[in-house]
């Protein structure tokens, strides 16, 4: 199995940027995905969720109203467009997939992402 991001960048302070991330080995259309990120001196978080539908979101206060996760099963592929970026949005992304289907309400558990892709850096200039 591997996750592959791509998107990250250089951006400055009010800008976008579009994080892709593309699955292969397996199929995750019954499985939850997400985007955490690490900034240096900080442990990883969870920033963005969403079900093996598309139709459960979830995303932590900081990113709301910015940030926006999407996926197209039929691709095997999720999506992170980022507006209105900060410097404070400078970290490593990376993309994470439940490594067992769920269809549960709490898809933004962390416990359940057990595949990782490498990460992609995103840096905001101020």
């Known amino acids: 199995v591997q996750l592959v991001e791509s998107g990250g960048g250089l951006v400055q302070a009010g800008g976008s940027l579009r994080l892709s991330c593309a699955a292969s080995?397996?199929?995750?259309?019954?499985?939850?995905m997400g985007w955490f990120r690490q900034a240096p001196g900080k442990d990883r978080e969870l920033i963005a969720a969403?079900?093996?539908?598309?139709?459960?979101?979830y995303y932590i206060d900081p990113v709301k109203g910015r940030f926006t996760i999407s996926r197209d099963n039929a691709k095997n592929t999720v999506y992170l467009q980022m507006n209105s970026l900060k410097p404070e949005d400078t970290a490593n992304y990376y993309c994470?997939?439940?490594?067992?289907?769920?269809?549960?309400?709490?898809?933004?558990?962390?416990?359940?992402?057990?595949?990782w892709g490498q990460g992609t850096q995103v840096t905001v200039s101020s």
């Open positions: 080995g397996r199929t995750f259309s019954s499985s939850p």
């Open positions: 969403i079900n093996w539908s598309g139709v459960g979101r």
């Open positions: 994470a997939a439940s490594n067992t289907p769920y269809s549960g309400p709490y898809y933004y558990t962390q416990d359940l992402y057990g595949y």
